[in-house]
C-alpha cells in the first residue's frame, strides 16, 4: 500500500526550511497524518506547489491551493507524478480535488482508495473516531 496525505492551507511560520511532514499546522491535516502514519510507515505528502514529497524533504512556506490550480494545472500535475514504485493500492488522505490528482497519476495501473468521505465536518467525525481507536490499541 502507497500512502498520501494531502498538504494543508495553514502552515508553521518559519524562514528556514522544515521537513514537509512539520511543515503543514492545520488540525485537519494533523490528524489524517495521525491516521495514515499510524496505517502505514511511509506517507507521501502531496504539496499543490512541489507535487508529490516526502515527508523529511525541507520546504518553506508557500500560499498555493489544489484550489487555487486550474484543471490543466492539475493535469500537468498529475502528469509529472512518478507512480512507477507506488504499490498497487494507494490510499489518499486529502479533499476531493487532490484525490483526482492522485487518480489521473494512477491512471489504471493503481487502484485509488480515498478512505475519508462527505464534507470536512463528515471527515473530520470519522478520522477522530479512527484516532480513538487507534489510542485504544
Known sequence: ???????????????????????????????????????????????AKHGIV?????????????????????RAMAHDIDTERWDDTVVVYAGTLYVDVIRDACGSRHTVVSPLSGGLGEQLSQLNTRISEIEEH
Open 54 to 74: 516526502e515527508p523529511d524533504t525541507k520546504l518553506l512556506p508557500y500560499d498555493v491551493s489544489m484550489y487555487d490550480l486550474s484543471a490543466d494545472e492539475r
Open 1 to 47: 500500500m502507497t500512502t498520501i496525505v494531502g498538504c494543508s492551507k495553514s502552515k508553521v511560520s518559519t524562514e528556514t526550511p522544515v521537513p514537509a511532514k512539520h511543515l503543514y499546522d492545520s488540525p485537519y491535516f494533523n490528524k489524517r497524518w495521525t491516521v495514515a502514519s499510524y496505517d502505514d510507515d511511509h506517507v507521501l505528502i502531496l504539496s
